[in-house]
């Protein structure tokens, strides 16, 4: 799917504040939301080597290199890695690339994650292609994504980022992943209509998640070649 090419990113000043929510009491929860979902999702992959696309900053580079993962970082814009560099991540190295002709060879991962970028993209289709052709057959894909069911979903145009993004409900992220094998779609950040964060209370399961992360692992050759 081609969209309108989406460059707020490419913006320093965007650049710049995309760390300080992360600061904030909120962006700290919502951090660790996501984080303790991811590491739940990760528990059972081998720390292999990991292409990470839409890089940014840094902020989920560094909680991969952490986990124990060697990570080759991505992103287009060059305001966000000269902050990721600054950063001195162990087990990182950064590269300026776009995400829909990556400079790899083909089968050169073991696992590919993405968080928040094919929201920004725009032409989906070529970047899944791209990474299925450096995902290793048995690889692990694993995406970060925002959902478009959730309080923040229906109200995006408000919000001077978000506004641009296109966001994925469960059931996209399914059919987008179906070539590599069978994904698992799981949630968390659960927002009221005031965006009150209700994770963890009562009133979690009468909303939908705004963070979901699609997890599949890539169906080797010789299973692709029996159906």
Not at 50 to 65: I, N, S
Not at 100 to 105: D, E, G, I
């Amino acid at each position: 799917m081609k969209r309108k090419s989406v460059n707020v990113f490419l913006n320093p000043a965007v650049a710049e504040k995309y760390d300080q929510y992360y600061l904030s009491e909120s962006g700290k929860t919502v951090d660790r939301y996501e984080k303790e979902l991811f590491r739940h999702r990760l528990g059972n992959i081998p720390r292999l080597p990991m292409l990470e696309l839409g890089c940014g900053t840094g902020h989920w580079t560094r909680f991969f290199a952490d986990y124990g993962f060697q990570v080759t970082a991505v992103d287009k814009s060059k305001p966000m890695l000269a902050i990721a560099k600054k950063k001195n991540i162990g087990n990182a190295s950064f590269i300026q690339a776009d995400v829909r002709w990556l400079p790899f060879a083909g089968h050169s991962f073991h696992v590919v994650t993405a968080v928040t970028l094919l929201e920004f993209v725009s032409e989906t289709e070529k970047v899944m292609e791209e990474i299925d052709r450096v995902l290793m057959p048995g690889g692990w894909l694993l995406l970060g994504c925002l959902n478009a069911l959730s309080e923040l979903g229906k109200k995006k145009d408000e919000d001077e980022v978000f506004r641009h993004a296109r966001f994925f409900s469960p059931e996209e992220l399914k059919k987008l992943l179906a070539r590599f094998g069978y994904p698992v779609i799981e949630g968390c950040v659960h927002l009221s209509e005031n965006f009150e964060l209700l994770d963890h209370t009562p009133l979690q399961d009468t909303v939908h998640p705004a963070f979901l992360i699609a997890s599949v692992k890539k169906i080797s050759m010789q299973k692709n070649n029996e159906h």
